[in-house]
């Protein structure tokens, strides 16, 4: 067996003291890029969050708008304004109609 000379002893002990440090450093950069993107995921979800809350808002907001209309509708058909009512229905449906054959014909 062979005795190993001074210096390569120290060019050994170097060598394996530098691949730790290495593989030390390559996990450190994959948790720093581990952490980034779990940082940006929780950044979405909160912007996701505020965004479906206000878009709730919304939608409660418009539900209760229709709720007020259909009982002005209910009012004025109880005050005996059915024929109201009945020109309303059919301007709506006149409107959609127009629309419906825009849409078709432009395409």
């Known amino acids: 067996m062979r005795r190993p000379v001074v ?9 394996a003291q530098q691949q730790p440090e290495q593989f030390d450093d ?5 948790v720093q890029g581990l952490r980034q993107v779990a940082l ?3 950044d979405e979800i909160k912007k996701q969050n505020t965004f479906m809350d206000d ?8 539900g209760s708008f229709i709720r007020k209309l259909r009982e002005r ?10 024929r109201i009512v009945w020109y309303l229905v ?3 449906f ?8 825009l849409i078709k014909f432009k395409s």
């Open 40 to 42: 940006d995921i929780n």
């Open 94 to 101: 006149f409107v959609f109609l127009v629309l419906y054959f």
């Open 90 to 92: 059919l301007f709506a």
């Open 55 to 62: 878009f709730g808002n919304s939608f409660d907001n418009a």
């Open 7 to 15: 210096g390569e002893a120290t060019v050994q002990t170097h060598a």
């Open 26 to 30: 390559q996990i450190s950069k994959r």
């Open 73 to 82: 509708v209910k009012g004025v058909a109880a005050a005996g304004g059915h």
